[in-house]
C-alpha cells in the first residue's frame, strides 16, 4: 500500500539541495511528513561558500551548524555537505553527478567526499 508521495513506511528518500537551508525552504514541509511517515529522508547540499551575500556575509561553519540543526527539527537521519569553500563549491554544476553517486555509494554512513 502506497503512502505519502507513492512512499511507504521504511522507503528511502535523498533530497539534494544547492545549498544547506534550501533543503528546509524549499522542501521543509514535506520532508517533515515524510519522516513523519516513517519514510527515512536523507539530505544532501552540493555547496556552501564563505563571502559576501546580500547585506552580510555567509560564514560556512555557521550554515554548516544551521543546516545540522534545520536536519534535526526535521527528522532527517543521513546528512552531508558534499563541498565547502573550494573550486568544486564554487561551480557545483561540473561535479554533480560524481556527488551523487559518491553519496549512494556510502549509505551505510557520512562520506568525506
Not at 563571502?51 to 554548516?64: E, K
Request: proline share 4%; hydrophobic share 45%; glycine share 12%.
Amino acid at each position: 500500500m502506497s503512502g505519502l508521495l507513492g512512499l511507504s513506511e521504511g522507503d528511502r528518500v535523498l533530497v539534494v539541495a544547492a545549498h544547506p537551508d534550501d533543503e528546509t525552504l524549499g522542501m521543509g514541509g514535506a520532508i517533515a511528513a515524510m519522516t513523519a511517515a516513517g519514510i527515512v529522508v536523507e539530505t544532501l547540499a552540493v555547496a556552501c561558500l564563505t563571502g559576501p551575500m546580500y547585506l552580510g556575509v555567509s560564514d560556512a561553519a555557521v550554515r554548516a551548524v544551521e543546516y545540522g540543526s534545520a536536519c534535526d527539527v526535521l527528522g532527517v537521519g543521513r546528512r552531508q555537505v558534499a563541498w565547502t569553500d573550494d573550486d568544486r563549491a564554487a561551480a557545483p554544476w561540473r561535479y554533480l553527478t560524481p556527488v551523487c553517486q559518491t553519496h549512494m555509494r556510502h549509505q551505510g554512513g557520512m562520506s568525506s567526499l
